[in-house]
């Protein structure tokens, strides 16, 4: 997942190309998660609706100019895949704005949650809350390196390590003659330690030989 920084945007119109480069910077700082920004639970009821034939899966409820009618699709896509919603100088996570429409605040330090990994697909079914470490595992990063499996890593020796994330902390799954074995090890131990969270290297728990 993506995190917003907080920036003075009192003097700076919203565009496409802003928030892009605030994506930038978050990229060079090295993603670091803040506290997200949601628009008040009031202000949103009244002035967005989910509609799902929008590509934000958001519409405009009141207008705002020419450019935001009632009923217009709202939100712009940015290249790091959410969609964005511009306001008063700053901006939103669409997704977020959809989760407060079908269950009200978002509790303090929780994320919501894209379940199939799509950013741009805020479907409420494809929503869900989380706490950052377990949105952290709905993710290939950190996992994928030259082993071509998530939480595999080869060793000096030609074999190859598995190991897992549990609680902030490298869990130690054992060490295997090849990649795939390894691979296997880490999607039982996401299974049992991730749960609905896990991002497993194989589709079905038992990959083909």
Same mark, same amino acid.
């Given at each position: 997942m993506g995190f917003i920084f907080y920036l003075n945007f009192q003097e700076m119109p919203l565009s496409l190309q802003?928030?892009?480069? #605030? #994506?930038?910077?978050e990229s060079l700082l090295g993603g670091i998660p803040v506290k997200a920004r949601d628009l008040d639970l009031d202000f949103v009821c009244e002035n967005f609706a989910y509609n799902e034939d929008s590509p934000s899966c958001l519409v405009w409820a009141k207008g705002r100019g020419r450019k935001a009618k009632p009923g217009m699709p709202a939100g712009c896509l940015t290249k790091n895949g959410y969609w964005y919603i511009g306001y008063g100088y700053r901006h939103y996570l669409a997704h977020r704005i959809i989760w407060q429409i079908h269950y009200g605040i978002i509790p303090e330090g929780l994320f919501v949650d894209h379940i199939n990994r799509n950013r741009s697909d805020n479907r409420i079914d494809n929503l869900r809350v989380c706490t950052f470490a377990q949105n952290k595992m709905n993710t290939d990063k950190g996992g994928r390196g030259k082993s071509g499996y998530k939480g595999v890593f080869p060793l000096p020796n030609g074999k190859f390590q598995a190991q897992i994330g549990v609680n902030g902390k490298s869990k130690y799954l054992g060490t295997f003659s090849s990649a795939k074995e390894a691979a296997v090890a880490y999607d039982l131990a996401a299974i049992e330690y991730h749960r609905e969270f896990r991002k497993t290297n194989f589709d079905s728990?038992?990959?083909e030989s």
């Amino acid at each position: 997942m993506g995190f917003i920084f907080y920036l003075n945007f009192q003097e700076m119109p919203l565009s496409l190309q802003l928030v892009n480069d #605030i #994506i930038e910077m978050e990229s060079l700082l090295g993603g670091i998660p803040v506290k997200a920004r949601d628009l008040d639970l009031d202000f949103v009821c009244e002035n967005f609706a989910y509609n799902e034939d929008s590509p934000s899966c958001l519409v405009w409820a009141k207008g705002r100019g020419r450019k935001a009618k009632p009923g217009m699709p709202a939100g712009c896509l940015t290249k790091n895949g959410y969609w964005y919603i511009g306001y008063g100088y700053r901006h939103y996570l669409a997704h977020r704005i959809i989760w407060q429409i079908h269950y009200g605040i978002i509790p303090e330090g929780l994320f919501v949650d894209h379940i199939n990994r799509n950013r741009s697909d805020n479907r409420i079914d494809n929503l869900r809350v989380c706490t950052f470490a377990q949105n952290k595992m709905n993710t290939d990063k950190g996992g994928r390196g030259k082993s071509g499996y998530k939480g595999v890593f080869p060793l000096p020796n030609g074999k190859f390590q598995a190991q897992i994330g549990v609680n902030g902390k490298s869990k130690y799954l054992g060490t295997f003659s090849s990649a795939k074995e390894a691979a296997v090890a880490y999607d039982l131990a996401a299974i049992e330690y991730h749960r609905e969270f896990r991002k497993t290297n194989f589709d079905s728990d038992f990959p083909e030989s």
